[in-house]
C-alpha cells in the first residue's frame, strides 16, 4: 500500500545542474572554513569552478547534446527538467559568475571580504535556478526561500554601515510579508484544487470550471496572492517600492548580481505558475487566461512608473533601480501574452530572450559603477561620472554600451529582447499596453542618454578603480551585449526548444 | 561558399562597408591624428563612391532589361523564426541605382568641403567619425532588401544627427537643438516602428504567403500580398491592415523628412557645423525619409487606383500634408534672414513637394525631385557655409583695418528670432566681388532651386510633379486641385525668397565692415582682374588683395565641390525631361521596372509647364524689383518687410509665435499643475501675451490655424521631457522610504487590484 | 473514522482572521521584533489553512507544505532577528520607522 521509492525513481541524473551546484555550494561552506583570511581569492575561484562545472552541464543539456535522466520530471514531478529549466538555469549561472567577478576587489578594497559571500551567492543561485524548475507550489515557495534568504543577508554585508543594515531589513521585511501572501495563495489554490502539483492544479483547474463551482472564486483569490508575492521578488508596480531603497542601500556588488537574479528567478516561477497551472483558467465568455488583464494592467503600470521616476534621479543605483523596475514592466507584456491561447510558448521565449539580454547588460551597467564608487560606498551619483571617457575610456565606452542596451537602441542585445517581447504582445493582440511599453522606452533614451552624456559631455574627474577580475567581468558583460545584439539567433535558437507542457 | 565580392550581388555590401570601416579606424586608430582621419574618412568614401558608379553603370548600361523584376543582391540568415527564418540583406534595383548615384558622391563632396570648413576644430578627427558613421547607416538603408535593416540604418542616423547637430557642445542652444532633433523624430520612429511591427505580424497571418516577412520583394512585388493587406481588418477603427501600416510609415517620413507638423526640429539643426546640415538636408536623413516612402509606394498606395484619379487614405495623408508643409514652409522662408534658416526653410518645403507628389501617385517625379534636391540643396548649404566662413573671416580683417569688433552676445539656448551676425543676410551685400566663386555656384544652386525655366534640374522635376497634378486637378478631382493649387503657390514664394536671399547676400554695397572684408574666396584675383576689364564696371573698380595660402587652400577646398555640385544642378534634370520634348525619357524607362505596375506617363501638356515658368519667372522677377534693381543700402529696411508691416515680419520671424506660444500655454501651465501652484493664478506676462494673440489672430486670418499646430505639436515634443519631470515629482512623493508606508500602499493596491479581479469575474 | 467535528470552513474563517492580524500587526507596530512575530502569525494562519484543506481532500500534499513552511519560517527568523541585533548595535534601537534614509 507504500511503495518505498528507489533513488532511481528520483531521477536524479535529470537536475545534474542544480545538484552539482547545491553540492559545491555546500562543500564550499565547509572549506571555506579552512581557507586563511588573507587568501579568499581561493574561496571565489573555488566558487566560479563550481558555478562553471554546473553551467557547462546546463549548456551541454540545453544544447540537446547530452541527455541527462530519464523524462522531464524528477522528484515525482517537483522538479521539472526541460529546456525551460535549462535556459534559466544557464542565465542564472552567468549572471553569478559575472557577479563573483565583480565582487572580488570590491569586498577586497572595502574590507568586507568574507567567505560567506560567495557561499550565499551559491546559495542563492540555486534558489533562481530551482525556481524556473519549479514543477509544484511547494517547490516554488521553497526556492524562493533560497533565492531571498541569503540575498536579504547580502544586503546588509557591509555591516555597521546603517544604510547597508537598512536596506536589508527593509527587503526582509517587506519580502517576509510578500512571503506570507504566497503562501497563503499556495493554500487556497490547494484548498480549490486539493493539489500543489502544476500537472494536477491544470487538470483540477478545468473540472472547476466545468462543474461552474464557487470554488473557482477561491481560486481565483488563490492565484491573486500568489501573483503578489512573486510580483514582489520581480519589483513590479504595486510591489515595487522596496527596489530603490534597498539597491542604494546595499553593497553596489550584491546589486549587481541580485538585480538581475532575483529577477531571473521570479519570472521564471511566474512563467511555470501562470503558463503551466494555470493556462486554461479562462472564465467563461472570456478568451483569455483570467489572470491576462491583472497582468498586463501591472505591466502598464510598470512600465510607466519605472521609466517616467527614473527621469527624475541622479544617483545612478537609483536610477538602475527605476530602470530594472521598468525593464520588469516590459517582460511582463509577454508574461501577459501567455495568457492568449496559442502565444504562451512564443511569450515564455520572450521572457526568456529578455532575461538574457538583461543579465548581460545590467550587471555590466552595476559593474560600471562599482568601479566608480568608493570605498565608503559614496561616489555614486550621476555626477560621479561627469568625464570619465576621459580619464577611462573603455569604461566608459562599456558603459554607453550597457546604456544603449537598456535604452533597446539597435544592434544591443537589449533590442533584442524588447523585439520579442513586444512581438508577443502583438502577436497576443495587446496592442495598448504594447504601444505604452514603446512609448515609455522612448521615455527611457532619455535618462540613458543623459548618462552617456555626462560621461562624454562633461568635465569631471572621472576616477575610477579597475582590477582584473572586474575589468574582466565588464568586459565579459559588454561584449556578450554587443554579440547578442549583432546575432540575435543566438538568443533565439537558445530558446527555440521552450515548449510548456500543458499550456502549448 | 564562393563569394565574388565584386560581383553586382555582393557589391553593396562592401558599399556599405568602407564608410563603417573608416568609422570603426578613427574611433579606435586615428582619433587623435587629426590629417589621418580625414584621410580614412574621405578615403572610405571615396571607395565607397567608385564602387556605386561601378555598380550603376552595370544597372543602366549592362543589365539586363528585366532588372526591377530580378535584382541584383544576397542575403543572410540571421534570425530563425519557427517555421520561418528572417533573412537580412541587400538589393540593388533601379530605384536604389538611382539613390547610388546620388548619395555617396554627394557625400564625398561634403567630405572633402568638410576638411576645409571644420579646419583647426578641436574635435575634428570625431567629427569625420561621425560623418562616416552617418554615411554608413544611409547606404545601409539605401541598400537593405528589408525594412528591418532599413530601420536599423534609420534609426542609427537619427544617433549621428543629435551628435553632429550638438557637436559643439559647449553652445547650449546646439545641445538643445541636438535633443529637439533627436526627440521630435524618435517619436515618429516610434510610431513607425509599431507600424513595421504590424506589417511583420500580418504577413504572417497571410495564408499560403511568405510567412513572417519584412522583404521588399516578397511584399512590394507580390500582388496577393498587397491584396491580402488591403483587405485585411487591423485592429483600429475597421480600416484595413494596408492602411493603418501606411499611415504609421508615412508618420515616420513626416518626423525623419521633417514634414508638417513634426517640421520643428530642421531649423534649429542649423546649430550644428554646416556640413551637417548639408548633409542632413541632402545626401542623408531627410532624403531617407522620402526615400522610405518612395520605396514603400507600393504598399502605401495599394488600393487605389490612381490613374483615374482614385486615392486611398495613405495618399490622402501624403498629399494633404505635403503640400501644407510645401507652402507653409515656403511663407516661412519668406522670412527669415539667417541664410541657413531659409535654406531650412526651403528644403521642408521641396520635402513637401516630394510627399505631395506620392500622394497624388507621381512616383517618378517624387523619385526624381528627391535625387535633384540633394544635388543643388547640398550646393546650397555647402556655399551658404562658405559664405558665413568668409564673414566670420570678414569680422577679423574688418578689426585688422581699424573697425572694432562689433559685440555679440550668443544667447543661452535656442531663441527663436535670433540670428547669428555672420549668418545674417542684412549685413551681407557685396559679396559677389568678395567670394565669387560661391557667388556664382551658389545663383545656380538658388535657380536650379526656383525652378529656371528649361535649363536647371530643379525646374524639370519640379515640372513633372506639377504637371501631373494639373493632370488630375483641372479636370476631376478638387483633391489634386488642391495639391496644384499649394504647389503653385509654393513656387512662385520659393522663387521670390531665392531671389531676396541672393540679392541680399551677393549684390549691391557691403552693408558691413565684415561684409566689405570678407573672404576673400578662391581666384578671386582672376575675378578682380576680368571685372576690371568690363566696361559695365565703370567707376566700381576693385582692388587686388594678397591672401595668406591658408586661407586659400581651405577656400579651394570649400568651392572646389561647389563647383562640381553646380555641374549635377543643372544637368541632373536633363535626363528626366518628358518624352513628347526630347523623344525619349530614359529617366522614366530606367525606374519603371522597380515597380510591379508600371507608372504611366502623363500625357504631355503644354500648359502646366507655361503656368511653371511663370510662376518661376515671376517670382524670379518680384525678387530682382525689389531686391536687385535698387540694392538694399546699409540701415534702409527690408522691402519685404515694409511691404508686409512690422506685424507680420517679426510674426514670421519668430516662427508664427510657434515656440513662444506653446512656452506660455503648455509648458508653464504645466509646471504649475505639477507644482500644484494653479491657485496663484496665470501671471501677467501670460496673460498679456495672450491678449496680444487673440487680437493678432484676429488680425491674420490663418493664424489660428497656425497656431494650433504649433500648440499641439511644438508643445508635445519639447513638453516631453519637462511634463516627465513633473509626473516624476508626483510619483516620487509616495517612495518616502518608511516601510510600514510602503506596506499600507502594497495592501492597498493588493485591495484595488483583487477588486478589479473579482469584477472581471463576473 | 469518526465524522469531522468542525467544517472546513470555519478552520478557514479562522486562518483567514488570523492572517489579517498578522498583517495589521505588520502594518502597525513599530517594534521590529512584534513586525516579525505578526509576520509568523501570516504564516503560521496558511498552515492552519493548509492542514484545513488537507483534510478535507484528505491527502497528504497540505501537511507536505506545512513542514516546508514552519521550517523556512525558522530560518527566516534566524536571519532577521541576526538583522536585528546588527541594527540596534549600531542605532541602539529597534523602532523600524526610525528607518528612512533612502527615499526619494
Same mark, same amino acid.
Given at each position: 500500500?507504500?511503495?518505498v521509492?528507489?533513488?532511481?525513481?528520483?531521477?536524479?541524473?535529470?537536475?545534474?545542474?542544480?545538484?552539482?551546484?547545491?553540492l559545491?555550494?555546500?562543500?564550499l561552506?565547509?572549506?571555506?572554513?579552512f581557507?586563511?583570511?588573507?587568501?579568499?581569492?581561493?574561496?571565489a575561484?573555488?566558487?566560479?569552478?563550481?558555478?562553471?562545472?554546473?553551467?557547462?552541464?546546463?549548456?551541454?543539456?540545453?544544447?540537446?547534446?547530452?541527455?541527462?535522466?530519464?523524462?522531464?520530471?524528477?522528484?515525482?514531478?517537483?522538479?521539472?527538467?526541460?529546456?525551460?529549466?535549462?535556459?534559466?538555469?544557464?542565465?542564472?549561472?552567468?549572471?553569478?559568475?559575472?557577479?563573483?567577478?565583480?565582487?572580488?576587489?570590491?569586498?577586497?578594497?572595502?574590507?568586507?571580504?568574507?567567505?560567506?559571500?560567495?557561499v550565499?551567492?551559491?546559495?542563492?543561485?540555486?534558489?533562481?535556478?530551482?525556481?524556473?524548475?519549479?514543477?509544484?507550489?511547494?517547490?516554488?515557495?521553497?526556492?524562493?526561500?533560497?533565492?531571498?534568504i541569503?540575498?536579504?543577508?547580502?544586503?546588509?554585508?557591509?555591516?555597521?554601515d546603517?544604510?547597508?543594515?537598512?536596506?536589508?531589513?527593509?527587503?526582509?521585511?517587506?519580502?517576509?510579508?510578500?512571503?506570507?501572501?504566497?503562501?497563503?495563495?499556495?493554500?487556497?489554490?490547494?484548498?480549490?484544487?486539493?493539489?500543489?502539483?502544476?500537472?494536477?492544479?491544470?487538470?483540477?483547474?478545468?473540472?472547476?470550471?466545468?462543474?461552474?463551482?464557487?470554488?473557482?472564486?477561491?481560486?481565483?483569490?488563490?492565484?491573486?496572492?500568489?501573483?503578489?508575492?512573486?510580483?514582489?521578488?520581480?519589483?513590479?508596480?504595486?510591489?515595487?517600492?522596496?527596489?530603490?531603497?534597498?539597491?542604494?542601500?546595499?553593497?553596489?556588488?550584491?546589486?549587481?548580481?541580485?538585480?538581475?537574479?532575483?529577477?531571473?528567478?521570479?519570472?521564471?516561477?511566474?512563467?511555470?505558475?501562470?503558463?503551466?497551472?494555470l493556462?486554461?483558467?479562462?472564465?467563461?465568455?472570456?478568451?483569455?487566461?483570467?489572470?491576462?488583464?491583472?497582468?498586463?494592467?501591472?505591466?502598464?503600470?510598470?512600465?510607466?512608473?519605472g521609466?517616467?521616476?527614473?527621469?527624475?534621479?541622479?544617483?545612478?543605483?537609483?536610477?538602475?533601480?527605476?530602470?530594472?523596475?521598468?525593464?520588469?514592466?516590459?517582460?511582463?507584456?509577454?508574461?501577459?501574452?501567455?495568457?492568449?491561447?496559442?502565444?504562451?510558448?512564443?511569450?515564455?521565449?520572450?521572457?526568456?530572450?529578455?532575461?538574457m539580454?538583461?543579465?548581460?547588460?545590467?550587471?555590466g551597467?552595476?559593474?560600471?559603477?562599482?568601479?566608480?564608487?568608493?570605498?565608503d560606498?559614496?561616489?555614486?551619483?550621476?555626477?560621479?561620472?561627469r568625464?570619465?571617457?576621459?580619464?577611462?575610456?573603455?569604461?566608459?565606452?562599456?558603459?554607453?554600451?550597457?546604456?544603449?542596451?537598456?535604452?533597446?537602441?539597435?544592434?544591443?542585445?537589449?533590442?533584442?529582447?524588447?523585439?520579442?517581447?513586444?512581438?508577443?504582445?502583438?502577436?497576443?493582440?495587446?496592442?495598448?499596453?504594447?504601444?505604452?511599453?514603446?512609448?515609455?522606452?522612448?521615455?527611457?533614451?532619455?535618462?540613458?542618454?543623459?548618462?552617456?552624456?555626462?560621461?562624454?559631455?562633461?568635465?569631471?574627474?572621472?576616477?575610477?578603480?579597475?582590477a582584473?577580475?572586474?575589468?574582466?567581468?565588464?568586459?565579459?558583460?559588454?561584449?556578450?551585449?554587443?554579440?547578442?545584439?549583432?546575432?540575435?539567433?543566438?538568443?533565439?535558437?537558445?530558446?527555440?526548444?521552450?515548449?510548456?507542457?500543458?499550456?502549448? | 561558399m564562393?563569394?565574388?565580392?565584386?560581383?553586382?550581388?555582393?557589391?553593396?555590401?562592401l558599399?556599405?562597408?568602407?564608410?563603417?570601416l573608416s568609422?570603426?579606424?578613427?574611433?579606435?586608430?586615428?582619433?587623435?591624428n587629426?590629417?589621418?582621419?580625414?584621410?580614412?574618412?574621405?578615403?572610405?568614401?571615396?571607395?565607397s563612391?567608385?564602387?556605386?558608379?561601378?555598380?550603376?553603370?552595370?544597372?543602366?548600361?549592362?543589365?539586363?532589361?528585366?532588372?526591377?523584376?530580378?535584382?541584383?543582391?544576397?542575403?543572410?540568415?540571421?534570425?530563425?523564426?519557427?517555421?520561418?527564418?528572417?533573412?537580412?540583406?541587400?538589393q540593388?534595383?533601379?530605384?536604389?541605382?538611382?539613390?547610388?548615384?546620388?548619395v555617396?558622391?554627394?557625400?564625398?563632396?561634403?567630405?572633402?568641403?568638410?576638411?576645409?570648413?571644420?579646419?583647426?576644430?578641436?574635435?575634428?578627427a570625431?567629427?569625420?567619425?561621425?560623418?562616416?558613421?552617418?554615411?554608413?547607416?544611409?547606404l545601409?538603408?539605401?541598400?537593405?532588401?528589408?525594412?528591418?535593416?532599413?530601420?536599423i540604418?534609420?534609426?542609427?542616423?537619427g544617433?549621428?544627427?543629435?551628435?553632429?547637430?550638438?557637436?559643439?557642445?559647449?553652445?547650449?542652444?546646439?545641445?538643445?537643438?541636438?535633443?529637439?532633433?533627436?526627440?521630435?523624430?524618435?517619436?515618429?520612429?516610434?510610431?513607425?516602428?509599431?507600424?513595421?511591427?504590424?506589417?511583420?505580424i500580418?504577413?504572417?497571418?497571410?495564408?499560403?504567403?511568405?510567412?513572417?516577412?519584412?522583404?521588399?520583394?516578397d511584399?512590394?512585388?507580390?500582388?496577393?500580398?498587397?491584396?491580402?493587406?488591403?483587405?485585411?481588418?487591423?485592429?483600429?477603427?475597421?480600416?484595413?491592415?494596408?492602411?493603418?501600416?501606411?499611415?504609421l510609415?508615412?508618420?515616420g517620413?513626416?518626423?525623419?523628412?521633417?514634414?508638417?507638423?513634426?517640421?520643428?526640429?530642421?531649423?534649429?539643426?542649423?546649430?550644428?557645423?554646416?556640413?551637417?546640415?548639408?548633409?542632413?538636408?541632402?545626401?542623408t536623413?531627410?532624403?531617407?525619409?522620402?526615400?522610405?516612402?518612395?520605396?514603400m509606394?507600393?504598399?502605401?498606395?495599394?488600393?487605389?487606383?490612381?490613374?483615374?484619379?482614385?486615392?486611398n487614405?495613405?495618399?490622402?495623408?501624403?498629399?494633404?500634408?505635403?503640400?501644407?508643409?510645401?507652402?507653409?514652409?515656403?511663407?516661412?522662408?519668406?522670412?527669415?534672414?539667417?541664410?541657413?534658416?531659409?535654406?531650412?526653410?526651403?528644403?521642408?518645403?521641396?520635402?513637401?513637394?516630394?510627399?505631395?507628389?506620392?500622394?497624388?501617385?507621381?512616383?517618378?517625379?517624387?523619385?526624381?525631385?528627391?535625387?535633384?534636391?540633394?544635388?543643388?540643396?547640398?550646393?546650397?548649404?555647402?556655399?551658404?557655409?562658405?559664405?558665413?566662413?568668409?564673414?566670420e573671416?570678414?569680422?577679423?580683417?574688418?578689426?585688422?583695418?581699424g573697425?572694432p569688433?562689433?559685440?555679440?552676445?550668443?544667447?543661452?539656448?535656442?531663441?527663436?528670432?535670433?540670428?547669428?551676425?555672420?549668418?545674417?543676410?542684412?549685413?551681407?551685400?557685396?559679396?559677389?566681388?568678395?567670394?565669387?566663386?560661391?557667388?556664382?555656384?551658389?545663383?545656380?544652386?538658388?535657380?536650379?532651386?526656383?525652378?529656371?525655366?528649361?535649363?536647371?534640374?530643379?525646374?524639370?522635376?519640379?515640372?513633372?510633379?506639377?504637371?501631373?497634378?494639373?493632370?488630375?486637378?483641372?479636370?476631376?478631382?478638387?483633391?489634386?486641385?488642391?495639391?496644384l493649387?499649394?504647389?503653385?503657390?509654393?513656387?512662385?514664394?520659393?522663387?521670390?525668397?531665392?531671389?531676396r536671399?541672393?540679392?541680399?547676400?551677393?549684390?549691391?554695397k557691403?552693408?558691413t565692415?565684415?561684409?566689405?572684408?570678407?573672404?576673400?574666396?578662391?581666384?578671386?584675383?582672376?575675378?578682380?582682374?576680368?571685372?576690371?576689364?568690363?566696361?559695365?564696371?565703370?567707376e566700381?573698380?576693385?582692388?587686388?588683395?594678397?591672401?595668406?595660402?591658408?586661407?586659400?587652400?581651405?577656400?579651394?577646398?570649400?568651392?572646389?565641390?561647389?563647383?562640381?555640385?553646380?555641374?549635377?544642378?543643372?544637368?541632373?534634370?536633363?535626363?528626366?525631361?518628358?518624352?513628347?520634348?526630347?523623344?525619349?525619357?530614359?529617366?522614366?524607362?530606367?525606374?519603371a521596372?522597380?515597380?510591379?505596375?508600371?507608372?504611366?506617363?502623363?500625357?504631355?501638356?503644354?500648359?502646366?509647364?507655361?503656368?511653371?515658368?511663370?510662376?518661376?519667372?515671376?517670382?524670379?522677377?518680384?525678387?530682382?524689383?525689389?531686391?536687385?534693381?535698387?540694392?538694399?543700402?546699409?540701415?534702409?529696411?527690408?522691402?519685404?518687410?515694409?511691404?508686409?508691416?512690422?506685424?507680420?515680419?517679426?510674426?514670421?520671424?519668430?516662427?508664427?509665435?510657434?515656440?513662444?506660444?506653446?512656452?506660455?500655454?503648455?509648458v508653464?501651465?504645466?509646471?504649475?499643475?505639477?507644482?500644484?501652484?494653479?491657485v496663484?493664478?496665470?501671471?501677467?506676462?501670460?496673460?498679456?501675451?495672450?491678449?496680444e494673440?487673440?487680437?493678432?489672430?484676429?488680425?491674420?486670418?490663418?493664424?489660428?490655424?497656425?497656431?494650433?499646430?504649433?500648440?499641439?505639436?511644438?508643445?508635445?515634443?519639447?513638453?516631453?521631457?519637462?511634463?516627465?519631470?513633473?509626473?516624476?515629482?508626483?510619483?516620487?512623493?509616495?517612495?518616502?522610504?518608511?516601510?510600514?508606508?510602503?506596506?499600507?500602499?502594497?495592501?492597498?493596491?493588493?485591495?484595488?487590484?483583487?477588486?478589479?479581479?473579482?469584477?472581471?469575474?463576473? | 473514522?469518526?465524522?469531522?467535528?468542525?467544517a472546513?470552513?470555519?478552520?478557514?474563517?479562522?486562518?483567514?482572521?488570523?492572517?489579517?492580524? !498578522?498583517? #495589521?500587526? *505588520?502594518?502597525?507596530?513599530?517594534?521590529?521584533?512584534?513586525?516579525?512575530?505578526s @509576520?509568523? /502569525?501570516? &504564516?503560521?494562519?496558511?498552515?492552519?489553512?493548509?492542514?484545513?484543506?488537507?483534510?478535507?481532500?484528505?491527502?497528504?500534499? !497540505?501537511? #507536505?507544505m *506545512?513542514?516546508?513552511?514552519?521550517?523556512?519560517?525558522?530560518?527566516?527568523?534566524? @536571519?532577521? /532577528?541576526? &538583522?536585528?541585533?546588527?541594527?540596534?548595535?549600531?542605532?541602539?534601537?529597534?523602532?523600524?520607522?526610525?528607518?528612512?534614509?533612502f527615499?526619494?
Amino acid at each position: 500500500m507504500f511503495t518505498v521509492p528507489s533513488l532511481s525513481d528520483l531521477n536524479l541524473a535529470a537536475t545534474l545542474p542544480a545538484t552539482l551546484l547545491a553540492l559545491g555550494a555546500s562543500v564550499l561552506l565547509v572549506l571555506d572554513l579552512f581557507v586563511p583570511k588573507g587568501r579568499k581569492a581561493l574561496t571565489a575561484w573555488l566558487a566560479l569552478a563550481v558555478l562553471g562545472v554546473s553551467l557547462i552541464v546546463a549548456l551541454l543539456s540545453l544544447g540537446d547534446v547530452v541527455d541527462l535522466g530519464t523524462g522531464e520530471g524528477a522528484f515525482f514531478g517537483l522538479y521539472i527538467a526541460d529546456s525551460f529549466t535549462d535556459a534559466v538555469s544557464v542565465i542564472v549561472l552567468v549572471t553569478a559568475m559575472l557577479g563573483v567577478a565583480v565582487a572580488y576587489n570590491y569586498l577586497e578594497r572595502t574590507g568586507m571580504q568574507r567567505g560567506e559571500y560567495y557561499v550565499l551567492l551559491l546559495f542563492s543561485a540555486l534558489g533562481a535556478m530551482l525556481m524556473g524548475a519549479a514543477g509544484d507550489l511547494v517547490t516554488v515557495f521553497v526556492a524562493l526561500e533560497l533565492l531571498s534568504i541569503p540575498l536579504y543577508i547580502l544586503s546588509g554585508f557591509r555591516w555597521r554601515d546603517e544604510g547597508s543594515e537598512e536596506s536589508a531589513l527593509k527587503y526582509f521585511i517587506l519580502g517576509a510579508f510578500a512571503s506570507g501572501f504566497l503562501v497563503y495563495g499556495i493554500a487556497l489554490i490547494y484548498g480549490a484544487t486539493g493539489t500543489t502539483a502544476f500537472g494536477g492544479i491544470w487538470a483540477a483547474t478545468r473540472d472547476l470550471l466545468a462543474a461552474d463551482a464557487a470554488t473557482k472564486y477561491v481560486l481565483l483569490l488563490g492565484a491573486g496572492m500568489v501573483l503578489a508575492g512573486l510580483g514582489f521578488k520581480v519589483a513590479a508596480v504595486p510591489f515595487h517600492m522596496w527596489t530603490p531603497d534597498v539597491y542604494q542601500g546595499a553593497p553596489t556588488s550584491v546589486v549587481a548580481y541580485m538585480s538581475v537574479a532575483a529577477k531571473v528567478g521570479g519570472f521564471a516561477a511566474l512563467v511555470r505558475v501562470l503558463a503551466w497551472g494555470l493556462p486554461d483558467f479562462v472564465l467563461s465568455g472570456q478568451s483569455a487566461a483570467a489572470w491576462q488583464s491583472t497582468v498586463w494592467l501591472i505591466a502598464a503600470l510598470t512600465m510607466i512608473l519605472g521609466n517616467v521616476v527614473a527621469v527624475a534621479q541622479n544617483n545612478l543605483k537609483r536610477l538602475l533601480a527605476y530602470s530594472s523596475i521598468a525593464h520588469a514592466g516590459y517582460i511582463l507584456i509577454a508574461v501577459a501574452a501567455m495568457g492568449t491561447a496559442g502565444v504562451a510558448n512564443e511569450a515564455a521565449r520572450a521572457v526568456v530572450i529578455y532575461l538574457m539580454a538583461y543579465a548581460f547588460t545590467n550587471v555590466g551597467a552595476f559593474a560600471v559603477i562599482v568601479a566608480v564608487e568608493r570605498d565608503d560606498g559614496g561616489h555614486t551619483d550621476i555626477d560621479n561620472v561627469r568625464g570619465l571617457a576621459k580619464e577611462q575610456p573603455v569604461l566608459a565606452a562599456s558603459m554607453a554600451v550597457f546604456m544603449l542596451s537598456l535604452a533597446g537602441v539597435p544592434l544591443t542585445a537589449g533590442f533584442v529582447g524588447k523585439w520579442f517581447v513586444f512581438k508577443a504582445g502583438l502577436a497576443a493582440d495587446l496592442v495598448p499596453v504594447t504601444v505604452i511599453g514603446v512609448l515609455t522606452s522612448a521615455i527611457s533614451a532619455y535618462y540613458y542618454l543623459r548618462v552617456i552624456w555626462f560621461m562624454y559631455f562633461e568635465e569631471g574627474e572621472g576616477k575610477a578603480q579597475i582590477a582584473w577580475p572586474l575589468a574582466w567581468g565588464i568586459s565579459v558583460a559588454a561584449i556578450g551585449t554587443l554579440i547578442l545584439g549583432f546575432f540575435p539567433y543566438l538568443l533565439s535558437d537558445m530558446a527555440r526548444g521552450i515548449a510548456l507542457a500543458f499550456g502549448g | 561558399m564562393n563569394v565574388n565580392w565584386f560581383s553586382a550581388d555582393y557589391l553593396p555590401w562592401l558599399i556599405l562597408f568602407f564608410p563603417l570601416l573608416s568609422f570603426v579606424i578613427i574611433v579606435l586608430g586615428t582619433i587623435r591624428n587629426v590629417v589621418a582621419s580625414q584621410v580614412v574618412a574621405i578615403a572610405g568614401i571615396g571607395i565607397s563612391w567608385v564602387l556605386s558608379m561601378i555598380l550603376f553603370a552595370k544597372a543602366v548600361w549592362l543589365a539586363d532589361e528585366t532588372l526591377g523584376e530580378h535584382v541584383y543582391g544576397s542575403a543572410i540568415d540571421w534570425l530563425h523564426l519557427g517555421a520561418n527564418t528572417f533573412r537580412m540583406g541587400v538589393q540593388v534595383d533601379p530605384l536604389t541605382a538611382y539613390m547610388l548615384l546620388m548619395v555617396p558622391l554627394a557625400s564625398l563632396l561634403i567630405f572633402i568641403y568638410s576638411a576645409g570648413y571644420m579646419h583647426g576644430d578641436p574635435h575634428e578627427a570625431r567629427f569625420f567619425a561621425y560623418l562616416s558613421l552617418f554615411v554608413g547607416a544611409m547606404l545601409t538603408l539605401v541598400v537593405a532588401d528589408n525594412l528591418l535593416m532599413l530601420f536599423i540604418g534609420w534609426e542609427v542616423m537619427g544617433f549621428c544627427s543629435y551628435s553632429l547637430i550638438g557637436f559643439w557642445f559647449h553652445k547650449k542652444s546646439a545641445m538643445e537643438a541636438g535633443v529637439k532633433a533627436f526627440m521630435t523624430t524618435r517619436v515618429a520612429d516610434v510610431l513607425m516602428l509599431v507600424g513595421i511591427g504590424y506589417l511583420f505580424i500580418m504577413t504572417g497571418r497571410m495564408e499560403d504567403g511568405p510567412g513572417f516577412t519584412l522583404s521588399f520583394q516578397d511584399i512590394l512585388r507580390n500582388e496577393e500580398m498587397l491584396k491580402f493587406l488591403v483587405n485585411a481588418q487591423s485592429v483600429i477603427w475597421g480600416t484595413s491592415a494596408a492602411t493603418l501600416i501606411s499611415v504609421l510609415l508615412i508618420t515616420g517620413t513626416v518626423g525623419k523628412s521633417s514634414q508638417f507638423p513634426l517640421h520643428v526640429w530642421l531649423p534649429d539643426a542649423m546649430e550644428g557645423p554646416t556640413p551637417v546640415s548639408a548633409m542632413i538636408h541632402a545626401a542623408t536623413m531627410v532624403s531617407a525619409g522620402v526615400y522610405m516612402i518612395v520605396r514603400m509606394f507600393p504598399l502605401l498606395s495599394a488600393g487605389a487606383n490612381f490613374h483615374h484619379f482614385e486615392y486611398n487614405t495613405a495618399m490622402y495623408y501624403m498629399g494633404i500634408v505635403g503640400s501644407v508643409t510645401a507652402l507653409g514652409a515656403a511663407v516661412l522662408a519668406v522670412g527669415q534672414s539667417d541664410i541657413k534658416r531659409i535654406l531650412a526653410y526651403s528644403t521642408i518645403s521641396q520635402l513637401g513637394y516630394m510627399v505631395a507628389a506620392l500622394g497624388i501617385g507621381a512616383w517618378v517625379a517624387a523619385a526624381f525631385h528627391l535625387v535633384n534636391h540633394a544635388f543643388f540643396k547640398a550646393l546650397l548649404f555647402m556655399a551658404s557655409g562658405s559664405v558665413i566662413h568668409a564673414m566670420e573671416h570678414g569680422e577679423h580683417h574688418a578689426a585688422e583695418h581699424g573697425h572694432p569688433h562689433e559685440h555679440h552676445e550668443e544667447p543661452d539656448g535656442l531663441v527663436m528670432d535670433y540670428c547669428a551676425p555672420p549668418n545674417d543676410v542684412n549685413r551681407m551685400g557685396g559679396l559677389l566681388h568678395r567670394i565669387p566663386i560661391t557667388a556664382i555656384t551658389m545663383a545656380i544652386g538658388g535657380l536650379s532651386l526656383a525652378g529656371f525655366p528649361l535649363v536647371t534640374a530643379g525646374f524639370w522635376s519640379k515640372d513633372e510633379i506639377i504637371a501631373e497634378a494639373w493632370h488630375g486637378g483641372l479636370w476631376n478631382d478638387p483633391y489634386p486641385l488642391f495639391v496644384l493649387i499649394m504647389l503653385l503657390l509654393g513656387a512662385l514664394l520659393t522663387a521670390f525668397y531665392t531671389a531676396r536671399m541672393w540679392f541680399l547676400a551677393f549684390w549691391g554695397k557691403p552693408r558691413t565692415p565684415a561684409a566689405q572684408y570678407a573672404g576673400p574666396g578662391w581666384l578671386r584675383d582672376r575675378w578682380v582682374k576680368w571685372w576690371n576689364k568690363q566696361p559695365f564696371s565703370g567707376e566700381d573698380k576693385l582692388e587686388q588683395e594678397h591672401a595668406d595660402p591658408v586661407t586659400n587652400r581651405s577656400a579651394m577646398l570649400m568651392e572646389i565641390p561647389l563647383m562640381v555640385l553646380s555641374f549635377f544642378a543643372i544637368t541632373g534634370g536633363w535626363i528626366g525631361i518628358h518624352k513628347d520634348i526630347v523623344g525619349k525619357n530614359p529617366l522614366h524607362d530606367f525606374l519603371a521596372p522597380t515597380l510591379l505596375e508600371h507608372p504611366e506617363v502623363v500625357p504631355f501638356d503644354f500648359t502646366p509647364m507655361l503656368v511653371s515658368m511663370i510662376v518661376a519667372l515671376g517670382g524670379l522677377g518680384l525678387g530682382w524689383w525689389l531686391y536687385g534693381r535698387k540694392p538694399l543700402a546699409a540701415g534702409q529696411t527690408d522691402p519685404t518687410e515694409a511691404a508686409l508691416g512690422p506685424g507680420i515680419w517679426k510674426m514670421l520671424q519668430n516662427r508664427l509665435y510657434i515656440d513662444i506660444l506653446y512656452r506660455n500655454y503648455i509648458v508653464r501651465p504645466l509646471e504649475r499643475a505639477a507644482e500644484k501652484i494653479v491657485v496663484e493664478g496665470i501671471d501677467r506676462d501670460t496673460i498679456d501675451a495672450s491678449l496680444e494673440s487673440i487680437a493678432e489672430a484676429a488680425i491674420w486670418l490663418g493664424e489660428a490655424f497656425k497656431r494650433f499646430n504649433t500648440v499641439v505639436i511644438d508643445g508635445f515634443v519639447d513638453t516631453t521631457v519637462e511634463g516627465i519631470g513633473s509626473f516624476a515629482g508626483w510619483f516620487r512623493q509616495i517612495q518616502t522610504g518608511r516601510i510600514q508606508q510602503y506596506l499600507l500602499f502594497v495592501t492597498l493596491a493588493l485591495l484595488a487590484l483583487g477588486t478589479l479581479f473579482l469584477i472581471q469575474v463576473r | 473514522m469518526e465524522a469531522p467535528a468542525v467544517a472546513t470552513e470555519l478552520y478557514v474563517l479562522l486562518s483567514a482572521v488570523l492572517f489579517i492580524l !498578522g498583517a #495589521l500587526g *505588520v502594518l502597525l507596530r513599530r517594534n521590529a521584533i512584534l513586525v516579525f512575530m505578526s @509576520v509568523e /502569525l501570516m &504564516l503560521n494562519a496558511a498552515n492552519l489553512a493548509l492542514v484545513a484543506f488537507a483534510r478535507q481532500w484528505g491527502n497528504g500534499g !497540505g501537511h #507536505l507544505m *506545512v513542514f516546508f513552511v514552519m521550517t523556512v519560517a525558522a530560518a527566516e527568523v534566524a @536571519v532577521g /532577528l541576526a &538583522l536585528i541585533v546588527a541594527i540596534y548595535r549600531t542605532k541602539k534601537s529597534i523602532d523600524i520607522d526610525l528607518l528612512h534614509r533612502f527615499k526619494d
